[in-house]
């Protein structure tokens, strides 16, 4: 079991930073693929950026260049670093966590609210 709590989401003016941050316990941290996902009211959830336990990264077109996505497996954490932030960036933002064989994301955060303002 892997527990995932996410921190660091606010509101913040369009062209602002934010940096997100997902604190998890349980196993082994370092065999887990990270993965941060936004849902919008009346949309469906999106995964905008994810890491591997290699740390490979992918990004969603939409955040590419103004989204970092890094982890620190010594504290067991994964960060969204957000800047150049948009209207559109607005949403409920979840870090979740997958076995590196396993092609589901299992483990999932409660959420931060993201808040961009034009």
């Known amino acids: 079991q892997v527990q995932l709590v996410e921190s660091g989401g606010g509101l913040v003016q369009a062209g602002g930073s934010l940096r997100l941050s997902c604190a998890a316990s349980g196993r082994t941290f370092n065999n887990y693929n990270l993965g941060w996902f936004r849902q919008a009211p009346g949309k469906e959830r999106e995964r905008v950026a994810a890491?591997?336990?290699?740390?490979?990264?992918y990004y969603a077109d939409s955040v590419k260049g103004r989204f970092t996505v890094s982890r620190d497996n010594a504290k067991n954490a994964v960060y969204l670093q957000m800047n150049n932030l948009k209207p559109e960036d607005t949403a409920v933002y979840y870090c979740a966590a997958r076995y590196y064989t396993n092609n589901n994301y299992a483990y999932w955060g409660q959420g931060t609210q993201v808040t961009v303002s034009s």
């Open positions: 890491i591997g336990s290699g740390g490979t990264t």
